[in-house]
């Protein structure tokens, strides 16, 4: 009997993915193990495999097909020796990027999840019933059944693993419209329920105001839609406080300049940001208590000290966390960041090399600013943003006036995890580690 391959989970958030690259065609043989598509997500392309072995008989989504559901048929697989028309009666890739879950709904394959997915519960999120049963339905079902006042506690799910899906929402009797655009249920997704225009009215509008002006139009992919919903999210959700230091350098790049050439012969060279780093990591050990996050009714406090760094790529970002970040050296902390940065550029992190850790750091001192704001990622408890280090004034020790290089530090502090008090002892010790960083070595 064919075998349908499903779309996988790359994360636990995980609905939708883009369809890269397929590996095979129509035709070839796949053993277990053997890759057979690229799948891309907001913040990586990952490769995948099969779990069994067969014949591909049929490719449901063509490739760089955007918006294909989690757990929606992708292709089908025959196993050996079984007919080709055994998958006509498998669904077709949808013509527009709907989600494929509804397409898959009607197949009699049996289904089998890609080997490296790490989820193959239903991705959609669950609604506790009054009977405190769970309830799977697709994002468009529960789009629609929010609309027509359909309870979904009531339904019974034909889609695969028995989701609801929506021709369940209109057997139900309700009224549903079929022009209802992925675009409008990403922007509800996104919100997390809160009220907004629709994207195609809020260009109109917008657009309207620049009609006599030359400008392009430049459509958003799916890593630039995530970081507006993401970080509109933290903004109009998280309590954020500020509070700022400024770091006097000299010792640490005495130091740096010193280790640099002790391990100049390891083809390691320690940068500023290395020894951010630990001393934040540090500092959150000493400061156990802000080593914390916001998990929705209750906070989470954790002993290792996990650093999320922010990265620069191509159209956005990505945070790719070092874990255990206290317990390594520096020479060791600059492999790995090394190491993360070239593969986040390439979009080859796996999730959970980028998901996760307490605490984050944004630096821009290499591109010459002072000091900035950064905004929490969530479920982040706080971030620091990191100026460049320059050759300013100051008034010495012994009172007279003197030059320094002097970095300026701003914590971006959840007020629901972290109170003032404790903020600025977490910032206090990160500044004391970096300006005495041999300190950090004991």
């Not at 014949?55 to 449901?60: D, E």
């Not at 997915?117 to 799977?136: L, N, Q």
């Not at 593969?343 to 821009?364: C, H, T, V, W």
Request: net charge negative; charged share 20%.
């Amino acid at each position: 009997m064919p075998i349908e391959i499903l779309m996988p989970a790359l994360s636990p958030t995980m609905e939708e993915g883009t369809l890269a690259k397929w590996l095979v065609k129509e035709g070839d043989a796949v053993a277990s193990g053997d890759l057979l598509a690229e799948i891309e997500t907001d913040k990586a392309t990952m490769e995948f495999e099969a779990v069994d072995e067969g014949i591909i008989g049929k490719l449901l989504v063509a490739e760089g097909t955007e918006n294909v559901a989690v757990n929606s048929a992708i292709a089908v697989l025959l196993e050996d020796g079984e007919p080709s028309s055994e998958v006509d009666a498998a669904p077709s890739a949808p013509a527009s990027p709907a989600p494929a879950a509804e397409a898959a709904t009607s197949s009699p394959a049996k289904s089998a999840t890609l080997a490296s997915s790490p989820a193959s519960a239903p991705p959609a999120a669950a609604d506790k019933a009054a009977e405190g049963v769970r309830i799977f339905a697709t994002p468009l079902a529960r789009k629609l059944a929010a609309q027509n006042n359909v309870d979904l506690t009531r339904l019974s799910g034909s889609g695969p693993r028995g989701r609801i899906v929506k021709a369940d929402i209109e057997a139900a009797g309700s009224a549903v419209s079929a022009d209802i655009t992925v675009a409008s249920m990403a922007s509800a997704a996104s919100t997390s329920g809160a009220a907004s225009a629709p994207q195609s009215a809020n260009f109109e509008t917008i657009s309207k105001l620049y009609a006599e002006r030359a400008y392009e139009e430049i459509s958003l992919d799916r890593m630039r839609k995530t970081i507006a919903a993401r970080l509109t999210e933290a903004k109009q959700t998280v309590p954020h406080f500020y509070l700022r230091r400024d770091v006097m350098l000299d010792n640490l790049l005495g130091f740096r300049g010193e280790m640099n050439a002790a391990l100049a012969e390891r083809d390691v060279k320690l940068s500023v940001n290395d020894f951010v780093i630990k001393a934040c990591a540090l500092a959150l050990t000493t400061v156990p208590t802000a080593n914390a996050i916001w998990a929705g009714d209750r906070i989470l406090q954790f002993t290792p000290a996990d650093i999320a760094v922010a990265v620069a790529i191509d159209g956005g970002l990505i945070t790719p966390v070092l874990k255990d970040a206290d317990q390594k050296s520096l020479s060791v902390l600059s492999t790995e960041m090394k190491d993360l940065a070239t593969r986040a550029k390439g979009r080859k992190l796996a999730p959970d090399e980028y998901q996760g850790g307490s605490f984050a750091i944004s630096n821009l001192g290499m591109f010459g600013i002072d000091n900035f704001d950064a905004v929490i990622n969530p479920p982040h408890g706080a971030i620091l943003a990191v100026g460049a280090g320059k050759k300013k004034p100051v008034v010495t020790a012994s009172g007279e006036l003197g030059v320094a290089t002097v970095m300026s530090l701003t914590l971006s502090v959840d007020h629901r995890v972290i109170d003032g008090a404790l903020g600025a002892e977490l910032l206090n010790v990160i500044v004391k580690n970096l300006e005495n960083p041999m300190a950090m070595l004991a």
